[in-house]
């Protein structure tokens, strides 16, 4: 969606408009947050966001239908989002969960709420002090489920900045925990890696 938003035509007719009016607002919501993630990591309010080398604003619009089995199946398997912050709006079906100390907890839809997730970069360039959550979608045989997740990073395929501990950060003690790694280097990582369910930051550990 951003920087370079397809055309209104290459959008399913039911969905550009809506698709695109959401964009600005959460755009704009991401970039807040930033902000203040970046203020409660004890630096300048617009370093995140310059940090980036462009942001790249991209969906993951997904459907779950209703399953007679939702025990034998998974909407979407454990993992991490790769990405700085993910905002995701979900409807009243729930079936989002977090793991929280190795239990999987319920995210309950709230109505009129989005959910706000930490990424893998923000976790790298943080040294742990902000975690990439893992988390995962059940499946339910309630009825359908939507969510759309708007994932703020880079683009793989535009930038090869290497990201790694933010150096204002960086102390004697406070070492970095992981070594530097491009959007491009990660993402395609994971992609060959497929969705094992295992933390992709081991790779990275120092
Ligand atoms: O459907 C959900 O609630 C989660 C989706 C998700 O984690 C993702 O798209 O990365
Ligand atoms: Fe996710």
Not at 151 to 177: A, C, H, R, V
Request: with cysteine; net charge negative; glycine share 6%.
């Amino acid at each position: 969606m951003a920087p370079n938003p397809p055309s209104p035509q290459e959008f399913p007719t039911p969905c550009g408009k809506v698709l695109m009016d959401y964009s600005k607002d959460v755009m704009k919501l991401g970039f807040s947050l930033l902000e203040l993630l970046s203020e409660g990591l004890g630096l300048n309010g617009s370093y995140l966001k310059d940090y980036m080398d462009c942001c790249h604003i991209s969906y993951s619009c997904n459907y779950y239908p209703p399953c007679p089995q939702p025990e034998l199946t998974m909407g979407t398997i454990q993992h991490t989002d790769v990405c700085f912050v993910t905002v995701l709006v979900q409807d009243d079906i729930g079936g989002l969960q977090v793991l929280h100390q190795n239990h999987w907890v319920d995210v309950p839809p709230t109505p009129g709420s989005l959910v706000v997730n930490i990424g893998d970069f923000l976790q790298l360039l943080s040294n742990d002090k902000c975690i990439s959550v893992e988390h995962r979608a059940i499946s339910n045989k309630v009825g359908s489920r939507m969510s759309v997740a708007c994932f703020f990073s880079e683009s793989p395929w535009q930038s090869s900045k290497l990201y790694g501990l933010i150096t204002e950060l960086l102390s004697e003690d406070n070492p970095p925990k992981y070594r530097s790694t491009t959007v491009k280097d990660h993402t395609s990582y994971l992609h060959n890696r497929g969705l094992d369910g295992t933390s992709a930051f081991s790779r990275y550990k120092i």
